[in-house]
């Protein structure tokens, strides 16, 4: 199957620093990718979806200024989270579609597991 | 009523058990129905997926659609302790684009015990 990759794995940072993470389509173009977070015992919460030249969609409830995302080509897109805070600790997943016409599966990143102090 | 309902468990079987793990859902226009499988601290990955009705079988695993009762099954024959972890179904609604979002249930944690 294709491969996602996502940089760093881990990270903790003080409250009020940014955090920027990467997701990587490593064998395939990715036109479309998401960025999910997720809570412990929880499912899987989309927070956007991005797709590569344009501004990503938002989620409800979730603050596109907060997030940023950036897609800046067809493997790289990136996550940052500014101004982080204690509540913004999560696990974040990245996933990303091969473009249609092909599999038209979505393949996941390993995930980023943040921890604010 | 949530778009996708799925039993959270845990669910502890022993090692060779038949493992049945079961989804809901409540809108008839989904499709294509996913399979993914999620190991503690890691990424979903797919383990297999459906479309419309019917049975679709990949080793020791077996999905199954009824779209009549809108229900989803997925099977595992002969369960490994390396089974262990959590199971989410996840459909996809069939509206078009690439930008169609999996809808996610909360997951079944299996523990297949040695």
């Known amino acids: 199957g294709a491969v996602v990759s996502q940089h760093p794995s881990r990270v903790i940072c003080k409250s009020g620093t940014s955090v920027k993470i990467e997701c990587r389509s490593l064998d395939f173009q990715a036109t479309t990718m998401f960025w999910y977070r997720q809570f412990p015992k929880q499912s899987l919460m989309l927070m956007a979806t991005?797709?590569?030249?344009?501004?990503?969609?938002?989620e409800q409830g979730v603050e596109k200024d907060k997030f940023l995302i950036n897609h800046a080509s067809l493997t790289l897109s990136t996550l940052t989270v500014t101004s982080a805070h204690p509540e913004d600790s999560s696990f974040y997943i990245c996933?990303?579609?091969?473009?249609?016409?092909?599999?038209?599966?979505?393949?996941f990143g390993p995930g980023t597991r943040l921890t604010v102090l | 009523q949530k778009e996708v309902e799925q039993d959270p468990g845990p669910l502890s079987v022993p090692e060779g058990a038949i493992v049945s793990l079961n989804c809901t859902y409540s809108?008839?226009?989904?499709?294509?129905f996913m399979w993914y499988r999620q190991y503690s601290r890691k990424g979903p990955e797919l383990l297999m997926y459906t479309y419309s009705s019917g049975n679709k079988e990949d080793g020791r695993f077996t999905a199954q659609v009824d779209k009549s009762s809108k229900y989803i099954s997925l099977f595992i024959r002969d369960s490994q302790p390396s089974d262990s972890a959590t199971y989410l179904c996840a459909p996809l609604p069939p509206n078009a684009g690439n930008n169609r979002k999996l809808i996610w249930g909360l997951g079944t944690s299996l523990a297949v015990n040695p």
């Open positions: 991005s797709n590569e030249g344009s501004k990503a969609t938002y």
């Open positions: 809108n008839s226009a989904f499709q294509y």
């Open positions: 996933s990303a579609r091969d473009p249609p016409g092909i599999r038209n599966e979505q393949f």
